[in-house]
């Protein structure tokens, strides 16, 4: 089976850095991806990782290390908008190449 | 394109009662998936289908039934509801496999109260 570990909530003040850790244990890694959930929204598409390293969006970054089982996804320059949950999602090979999700984080842009 | 769209919102069941929850994507998307939210607990696959005529179980697919007749819709049934079947449902496609393909997009969710 698969583990995959995230903080429930975060905090953090509007202008600031966010670092959202992702931690995860599975048999056939096969790609990471980040989701942005609004309260009461579907979750929408942030960022893709399969290789080691930083893949950078705009204001939104996402690392990964395979060999650690560890990625983050980092918000610089907060806003109140990205006041959100943040889903870390899994694919695995021995799962069907199917998708499994951490519980979320749930993140709070305080002014 | 109105991307992936779930009818109904939202609805309450007398425990026992059937229904079925509809998806539909206008992307012409190969897969499509049913997964149901839970607070504290992410995002869980019930089925999903890797085309037009095929189905699969996921992770927790005991009490619900799907079907995909069509390419675009992709229905989810509950023959006879229970409390526990209570949560918010969401539907997701995406076009292909590897990379970029591998996209889910999500719908606005189904939020079912079973009384």
């Known amino acids: 089976g698969q583990n995959i570990d995230q903080p429930t909530e975060m905090t953090a003040t509007e202008g600031a850095i966010v670092q959202i850790n992702c931690t995860y244990q599975t048999s056939g890694f096969n790609g990471l991806f980040w989701y942005q959930q609004h309260a009461g929204e579907a979750p929408t598409f942030l960022s893709y990782?399969?290789?080691?390293g930083l893949e950078e969006k705009g204001r939104f970054s996402s690392f990964l290390s395979r060999s650690k089982g560890y990625s983050y996804l980092l918000l610089k320059e907060l806003q109140m908008k990205d006041s959100a949950s943040y889903l870390c999602a899994v694919r695995d090979r021995q799962a069907g190449n199917m998708l499994t999700f951490g519980g979320g984080t749930r993140l709070m842009v305080k002014p | 394109n109105a991307g992936v769209t779930q009818t109904p919102k939202f609805r309450v069941l007398k425990t026992g009662q059937s229904m079925t929850l509809l998806c539909a994507q206008d992307?012409?998307?190969?897969?499509m998936y049913w997964y149901r939210q839970d607070p504290g607990m992410g995002l869980r696959l019930i089925h999903y289908s890797v085309g037009e005529g095929t189905t699969a179980k996921g992770e927790v697919p005991d009490g619900y039934n799907v079907s995909r007749l069509k390419k675009q819709n992709f229905l989810l049934g509950l023959e006879s509801a229970a409390p526990s079947q209570t949560s918010v449902y969401f539907c997701?496609?995406?076009?292909?496999?590897?990379?970029?393909?591998?996209?889910?997009?999500f719908g606005p969710g189904t939020r079912l109260l079973v009384l």
């Open positions: 990782n399969v290789l080691d």
């Open positions: 997701a496609s995406k076009p292909g496999q590897g990379g970029r393909q591998e996209t889910q997009y």
């Open positions: 992307m012409n998307h190969e897969y």
